[in-house]
């Protein structure tokens, strides 16, 4: 069996399964937030009744973080809703706003507080649930019925996906990221290449990857339409987890058989590739940088969880360090361990990155989703008119950023730096030595 | 909610890859789709972020909505390609194509979550076209369709589409979602 077949059969109390299979199986943890909380919430009332209790208060984590620093009053309303129902159910796992325990990015979040373990099963009201495979477990992305089902029951029904193996082999070089290798798969295989599918991420050039990197890996494989993405735990996974997990809960590590069938396999060699960017409007339109050079630009955002981590940060820093930007630049941190982190990092001994970011004419946002998905229209950094502007973000879909006919080029946060300091798209080898 | 299996109505033709985010912008994403007066609203944005040119194809520039109603369409089967309903995972995009009227979407295939959400909630009945249909139906065609049988008939063109199999998910659907489902089954207290 495969790594994630391993997972699903485990907590279906079967010894096997294959794709294809439909089964029951018992899930670690749900996480819901606000934008899908109040609709679970209600499903949840509706199904079981006022007087439900959850199935299980220790299992349930509730991250606001889509719409927080707006003055739109529905959007406040709807953690008003998260807050009502964490006292009603006596929820420990509550990240609130305005608060010391405030976090930001649900999917950043997750790991930071010890939510994320190798072999679970995690379900989350967000498509970018599947960030979590990067620790060995297997995390994909439900709707509020769903999510209101598995709050009463602890259980939901998932079909076996087949899985997809890519392999990668080598260090990557100084001027590319993981995220330059997620878009060189999608493009690869096309944002529908992997739909009702498992992808699984192997090899060398894998497990030299930080944590961080390999969460913007399994992040991005809700863009080739993956039901979920996943790594093995190696020890530098059991490390972060074991690091964070207050509860120290045991957890499997589980791997993929050597003669698991695997529907189909890539295999790349990192050291050949080159900065990629994903155009506008979908994540599997290709371009390498050096293809588009010199393609204007009105704004440059870092933030999200697939492109708003400290590895993100540093990164970004180490082009913009004493340069100035040629066109508005946002940077958000995912979260506000991260934001603290900002604050506090220096680079090469001497600025903050934060400092390293303001001096370069940067605007810093507060930790949240902000204008990854556009939100109210006094979003920080939203895209309220036509421009063009090149992002961290992981979708570029028509209207994601908030306008309509806005254009989004998704790039990782070397380049978008250095298109930041010349206004145009540029390729981050011009600034690294 | 009860889910009619043989749907009579005008065809809304949109192309490939139409994610969530156009189908519900985030910005609409802060009504609760759990309270009923906020649940129509979602109707109203509807395809709210289709770009004119890709809406009510082939022509394009034809709004969901009519001059008559702000919430309800005057369409009632959306015709689409490839990989419809991909992106985020919010429930609120089948929501808002029930609240507006939609009975039933035909596409090549769906991206899974809102295949999921469709079929779970109970809000639509999300089918397969075994051909590529968004390039010989026409918005304002009128269709009629029937969900277990697999046809979908064009009465305008006269002509007769094969549909594949809904499979697995068809009691579910028939059901009304999978709570009242897992009800009929046993598996939850009635």
């Known amino acids: 069996m495969t790594l994630t077949e391993k997972i699903l059969a485990r907590h279906s109390g079967r010894a096997s399964v294959q794709p294809g299979d439909n089964i029951w199986v018992d899930v670690d943890v749900l996480m819901t937030h606000d934008v899908c909380g109040p609709g679970t919430i209600g499903v949840f009332h509706q199904n079981f009744g006022r007087q439900a209790k959850v199935w299980d208060r220790d299992k349930v984590v509730i991250i606001p973080d889509h719409y927080i620093f707006t003055a739109d009053a529905m959007a406040n309303r709807n953690v008003d809703v998260l807050r009502a129902f964490v006292a009603e159910q006596n929820l420990p796992h509550f990240y609130d706003v305005g608060t010391e325990r405030y976090k930001g990015v649900c999917h950043i979040a997750l790991p930071e507080e010890g939510h994320t373990r190798p072999g679970e099963i995690l379900l989350g009201t967000d498509s970018h649930t599947c960030t979590a495979g990067a620790f060995g477990e297997f995390a994909t992305g439900i709707g509020n019925t769903d999510a209101g089902f598995v709050m009463g029951t602890g259980k939901t029904w998932l079909k076996v996906p087949p899985t997809l193996r890519f392999v990668f082999h080598g260090e990557l070089p100084p001027y590319l990221m993981a995220k330059d290798l997620i878009l060189a798969v999608i493009g690869d295989i096309g944002c529908d290449g992997a739909t009702y599918m498992a992808m699984e991420f192997d090899g060398d050039g894998v497990y030299c990857l930080n944590i961080e990197e390999r969460m913007t890996l399994c992040n991005m494989a809700i863009e080739a339409g993956g039901k979920n993405g996943i790594i093995r735990a190696d020890q530098k996974t059991v490390d972060f987890v074991k690091s964070r997990d207050k509860s120290a809960k045991p957890f499997v590590v589980e791997q993929s058989d050597s003669d698991a069938p695997f529907a189909r396999e890539w295999v790349y060699d990192v050291t050949k590739l080159r900065p990629v960017v994903a155009k506008p409007h979908s994540p599997d339109n290709r371009a390498y940088v050096d293809e588009i050079q010199g393609t204007p630009i009105d704004r440059a955002y870092i933030g999200s969880c697939t492109g708003g981590k400290m590895t993100d940060f540093r990164a970004a820093a180490r082009i913009l360090n004493g340069h100035s930007v040629k066109i508005d630049t946002f940077v958000v941190p995912a979260t506000t361990e991260i934001a603290r982190l900002l604050k506090t990092e220096r680079i090469d001994g001497g600025q903050t990155l934060e400092e390293v970011f303001l001096n370069a004419g940067a605007k810093i946002g507060e930790a949240s989703c902000a204008a990854c998905l556009g939100g109210p229209s006094d979003t920080f950094g939203r895209l309220n008119s036509a421009i063009k502007c090149i992002s961290t973000t992981n979708r570029n879909f028509p209207g994601r950023m908030g306008h309509k006919q806005a254009e989004v080029f998704l790039a990782s946060p070397l380049t978008v730096a250095a298109s930041a300091l010349r206004g145009s798209i540029t390729d981050p080898r011009e600034y690294l030595s | ?190």
């Open chain 2, 1 to 190: 909610m009860n889910l009619s299996t043989i749907i009579q109505g005008k065809a809304y033709v949109l192309g490939d890859n139409i994610d969530t985010d156009q189908i519900i912008p985030a910005q609409y994403l802060t009504f609760n789709p759990s309270i009923p007066e906020e649940y129509k609203m979602f109707g109203k944005y509807a395809l709210a972020g289709v770009p004119p040119a890709q809406g009510g194809l082939p022509k394009g520039h034809i709004p969901l909505h009519g001059p008559a109603n702000e919430f309800i369409s005057p369409y009632s089967i959306i015709i689409a390609g490839r990989n419809f309903g991909c992106g985020s995972s919010r429930e609120h995009a089948p929501v808002a194509l029930d609240a507006a009227g939609i009975k039933a979407v035909v596409a090549e295939f769906y991206a899974r979550i809102f295949f999921r959400n469709s079929v779970n909630g109970g809000y639509l009945i999300p089918l397969e076209s075994v051909k590529r249909l968004c390039e010989t139906v026409c918005t304002g065609d009128e269709l009629r369709l029937d969900a277990i049988a697999g046809r979908l008939e064009n009465l305008t063109s006269n002509e007769t589409y094969e549909l594949k199999p809904l499979g697995e998910v068809a009691p579910i659907l028939e059901a009304g979602g999978v709570f009242p489902y897992a009800r009929a089954k046993g598996l939850l207290k009635a």
